[in-house]
Protein backbone atom coordinates (compact mmCIF):
# COMPACT_ATOMS: atom_id res chain seq x y z
CA UNK A 1 0.00 0.00 0.00
CA UNK A 2 1.34 2.98 -1.36
CA UNK A 3 2.03 6.00 1.40
CA UNK A 4 -0.36 8.85 1.79
CA UNK A 5 -0.12 12.65 1.11
CA UNK A 6 0.35 12.96 5.14
CA UNK A 7 3.00 10.46 5.23
CA UNK A 8 5.04 11.51 2.44
CA UNK A 9 5.18 15.34 3.23
CA UNK A 10 4.72 15.67 6.93
CA UNK A 11 7.55 13.16 8.05
CA UNK A 12 4.66 10.27 9.45
CA UNK A 13 6.43 7.87 7.84
CA UNK A 14 9.01 8.10 10.61
CA UNK A 15 6.97 7.40 13.27
CA UNK A 16 4.99 4.14 12.05
CA UNK A 17 3.08 3.84 15.20
CA UNK A 18 1.48 7.01 14.75
CA UNK A 19 -0.56 5.10 11.61
CA UNK A 20 -4.22 5.27 12.62
CA UNK A 21 -5.02 2.25 15.15
CA UNK A 22 -1.62 0.65 15.52
CA UNK A 23 -0.75 1.78 18.57
CA UNK A 24 -0.56 -0.72 21.33
CA UNK A 25 -2.67 -0.30 24.28
CA UNK A 26 -0.51 0.09 27.86
CA UNK A 27 -0.72 -3.49 28.78
CA UNK A 28 0.71 -4.69 25.87
CA UNK A 29 3.78 -1.80 25.52
CA UNK A 30 4.32 -3.32 29.28
CA UNK A 31 5.84 -6.06 28.08
CA UNK A 32 8.57 -5.01 25.85
CA UNK A 33 12.15 -4.41 27.39
CA UNK A 34 12.14 -1.21 24.82
CA UNK A 35 9.01 0.61 26.26
CA UNK A 36 9.73 -0.27 29.91
CA UNK A 37 13.26 1.79 29.75
CA UNK A 38 12.27 4.00 27.72
CA UNK A 39 9.39 4.99 30.54
CA UNK A 40 12.22 4.98 33.34
CA UNK A 41 14.72 7.07 31.44
CA UNK A 42 11.76 9.06 30.41
CA UNK A 43 10.46 9.61 34.07
CA UNK A 44 14.27 10.39 35.18
CA UNK A 45 15.21 13.09 32.95
CA UNK A 46 11.79 14.96 33.79
CA UNK A 47 12.60 14.59 37.61
CA UNK A 48 16.60 15.42 37.18
CA UNK A 49 17.54 16.85 34.03
CA UNK A 50 17.58 21.26 34.79
CA UNK A 51 16.98 21.38 31.08
CA UNK A 52 13.19 19.52 31.07
CA UNK A 53 12.46 20.69 34.34
CA UNK A 54 12.58 24.39 33.57
CA UNK A 55 10.68 23.34 30.06
CA UNK A 56 8.26 22.13 32.31
CA UNK A 57 7.83 24.70 34.80
CA UNK A 58 7.79 27.10 31.74
CA UNK A 59 4.79 25.23 29.93
CA UNK A 60 2.82 25.23 33.32
CA UNK A 61 3.22 28.89 33.76
CA UNK A 62 2.16 29.35 30.40
CA UNK A 63 -1.37 27.31 30.66
CA UNK A 64 0.03 23.99 28.64
CA UNK A 65 1.31 21.78 32.19
CA UNK A 66 2.97 18.49 30.48
CA UNK A 67 1.75 14.98 31.92
CA UNK A 68 3.56 12.18 31.53
CA UNK A 69 1.03 9.75 30.24
CA UNK A 70 -0.89 12.40 28.36
CA UNK A 71 1.90 13.96 26.49
CA UNK A 72 4.81 11.78 25.95
CA UNK A 73 4.59 8.48 24.38
CA UNK A 74 7.31 5.83 23.73
CA UNK A 75 7.12 4.00 20.55
CA UNK A 76 9.46 1.82 17.71
CA UNK A 77 10.82 4.55 15.22
CA UNK A 78 12.40 4.53 11.56
CA UNK A 79 16.35 4.19 12.24
CA UNK A 80 16.98 7.83 11.40
CA UNK A 81 15.30 9.75 14.32
CA UNK A 82 15.43 9.88 17.95
CA UNK A 83 12.13 11.64 18.74
CA UNK A 84 9.16 13.72 17.01
CA UNK A 85 6.75 16.17 18.29
CA UNK A 86 3.07 15.79 17.08
CA UNK A 87 1.40 18.95 16.50
CA UNK A 88 -1.84 17.13 15.77
CA UNK A 89 -1.91 15.48 19.14
CA UNK A 90 0.57 17.53 21.12
CA UNK A 91 2.69 14.37 21.87
CA UNK A 92 5.91 13.89 22.03
CA UNK A 93 7.18 10.75 20.67
CA UNK A 94 10.28 9.02 22.34
CA UNK A 95 11.85 6.71 19.63
CA UNK A 96 12.51 3.69 22.56
CA UNK A 97 14.74 1.68 19.83
CA UNK A 98 16.71 4.46 18.67
CA UNK A 99 17.31 5.42 22.58
CA UNK A 100 19.40 3.67 24.79
CA UNK A 101 21.35 5.88 26.89
CA UNK A 102 20.11 8.02 29.84
CA UNK A 103 21.81 11.34 28.37
CA UNK A 104 20.63 11.19 24.67
CA UNK A 105 17.31 10.44 26.69
CA UNK A 106 17.73 13.98 28.46
CA UNK A 107 18.66 15.61 24.71
CA UNK A 108 16.07 14.87 22.80
CA UNK A 109 13.23 15.27 25.97
CA UNK A 110 14.70 18.69 25.62
CA UNK A 111 14.23 19.19 22.16
CA UNK A 112 10.69 18.01 21.72
CA UNK A 113 9.80 20.14 24.70
CA UNK A 114 11.44 23.09 23.13
CA UNK A 115 8.89 22.00 20.04
CA UNK A 116 6.12 21.80 22.11
CA UNK A 117 7.10 24.94 24.46
CA UNK A 118 6.67 26.65 20.87
CA UNK A 119 3.50 25.19 20.31
CA UNK A 120 1.87 26.71 23.58
CA UNK A 121 3.31 30.50 23.21
CA UNK A 122 2.94 31.29 19.69
CA UNK A 123 0.60 30.04 16.71
CA UNK A 124 3.42 27.78 14.92
CA UNK A 125 1.81 26.81 11.76
CA UNK A 126 3.67 23.80 11.31
CA UNK A 127 2.68 22.10 8.36
CA UNK A 128 2.26 25.35 5.94
CA UNK A 129 4.52 27.64 7.21
CA UNK A 130 8.20 26.27 6.65
CA UNK A 131 9.87 29.35 8.87
CA UNK A 132 7.73 28.52 11.53
CA UNK A 133 9.22 25.21 11.49
CA UNK A 134 12.53 26.39 10.70
CA UNK A 135 12.43 29.12 13.57
CA UNK A 136 11.67 25.98 16.51
CA UNK A 137 14.01 23.68 15.16
CA UNK A 138 16.90 26.29 15.22
CA UNK A 139 15.78 27.21 18.81
CA UNK A 140 15.62 23.20 19.64
CA UNK A 141 19.04 22.62 18.31
CA UNK A 142 20.74 25.74 19.77
CA UNK A 143 18.84 25.44 23.26
CA UNK A 144 19.03 21.55 24.08
CA UNK A 145 22.71 21.27 24.27
CA UNK A 146 22.08 19.13 20.88
CA UNK A 147 25.67 21.10 19.95
CA UNK A 148 27.33 21.44 23.50
CA UNK A 149 31.00 20.98 23.12
CA UNK A 150 30.55 17.83 24.37
CA UNK A 151 28.26 16.09 22.20
CA UNK A 152 30.57 17.84 19.16
CA UNK A 153 33.66 16.16 20.63
CA UNK A 154 31.11 12.68 20.55
CA UNK A 155 30.99 13.31 17.07
CA UNK A 156 33.90 14.27 16.12
CA UNK A 157 32.96 17.60 14.76
CA UNK A 158 35.30 20.65 16.09
CA UNK A 159 35.65 24.18 14.81
CA UNK A 160 36.81 27.57 16.21
CA UNK A 161 34.84 30.83 15.73
CA UNK A 162 30.70 30.22 15.44
CA UNK A 163 31.29 26.51 15.28
CA UNK A 164 28.28 26.33 17.62
CA UNK A 165 26.29 28.61 15.26
CA UNK A 166 27.23 26.46 12.11
CA UNK A 167 26.23 23.20 14.43
CA UNK A 168 22.90 24.46 14.88
CA UNK A 169 21.81 25.92 11.46
CA UNK A 170 23.74 22.33 10.56
CA UNK A 171 21.29 20.32 12.53
CA UNK A 172 17.94 22.56 11.62
CA UNK A 173 18.30 21.95 8.33
CA UNK A 174 18.77 18.09 8.40
CA UNK A 175 15.95 18.30 10.79
CA UNK A 176 12.99 19.93 8.17
CA UNK A 177 14.72 17.45 5.02
CA UNK A 178 13.77 14.43 7.50
CA UNK A 179 10.24 15.38 8.23
CA UNK A 180 9.38 18.14 5.23
CA UNK A 181 9.31 16.80 1.19
CA UNK A 182 11.34 19.48 -0.16
CA UNK A 183 14.82 20.33 -1.65
CA UNK A 184 18.12 21.28 0.30
CA UNK A 185 18.69 24.56 -1.91
CA UNK A 186 14.49 25.44 -0.20
CA UNK A 187 15.44 24.46 3.25
CA UNK A 188 18.52 26.51 3.57
CA UNK A 189 17.30 29.39 1.95
CA UNK A 190 14.42 29.30 4.93
CA UNK A 191 17.12 28.47 7.60
CA UNK A 192 19.10 31.61 6.75
CA UNK A 193 16.02 33.58 6.45
CA UNK A 194 15.09 33.25 10.00
CA UNK A 195 18.33 32.60 11.69
CA UNK A 196 19.27 35.79 13.36
CA UNK A 197 16.14 36.28 14.85
CA UNK A 198 15.42 32.36 16.40
CA UNK A 199 18.97 31.73 17.08
CA UNK A 200 18.43 35.13 19.54
CA UNK A 201 15.11 33.75 21.15
CA UNK A 202 16.59 31.85 24.39
CA UNK A 203 12.40 31.50 25.89
CA UNK A 204 12.37 29.96 28.39
CA UNK A 205 15.86 29.83 29.08
CA UNK A 206 16.86 33.56 29.18
CA UNK A 207 20.44 32.02 27.85
CA UNK A 208 21.97 29.37 25.89
CA UNK A 209 22.60 26.95 28.36
CA UNK A 210 26.27 25.62 26.79
CA UNK A 211 26.73 22.95 29.35
CA UNK A 212 24.30 20.86 32.21
CA UNK A 213 25.57 24.00 34.65
CA UNK A 214 24.85 26.65 32.28
CA UNK A 215 20.91 24.89 32.64
CA UNK A 216 20.85 24.73 36.19
CA UNK A 217 21.73 28.31 36.56
CA UNK A 218 18.99 29.04 33.83
CA UNK A 219 16.13 27.15 36.05
CA UNK A 220 17.57 28.35 39.13
CA UNK A 221 16.76 32.04 37.55
CA UNK A 222 13.55 30.70 36.47
CA UNK A 223 12.45 29.71 39.31
CA UNK A 224 13.48 32.59 41.44
CA UNK A 225 11.79 35.17 39.11
CA UNK A 226 8.53 33.30 39.50
CA UNK A 227 8.63 33.66 42.88
CA UNK A 228 9.21 37.16 42.41
CA UNK A 229 6.21 37.60 40.31
CA UNK A 230 4.71 36.13 42.86
CA UNK A 231 4.94 38.41 45.48
CA UNK A 232 4.54 41.70 43.58
Known sequence: MGQTKQ?????????????????????????????HKCQVMLQFAMETSPYAKLLLSAMKSSG?????????SCEDCDGTVSGGFDATSSQIVLCQN??????HMNRVVTHELIHAFDHCRAHVDWFNNYRHLACSEIRAANLSGDCSFTNEATRFNFGLKQHHQECVRGRALRSILAVRN?????????????FDTCFNDHAPFGRIPHSKKDAKFAYRDYESRDRYYANL
Open 7 to 35: EEEYGYNLFPERKTGTLRSSIEKSLFTFN
Open 64 to 72: CKVFKDRHF
Open 98 to 103: NIHQQS
Open 182 to 194: ISRKEAEKIVDEV
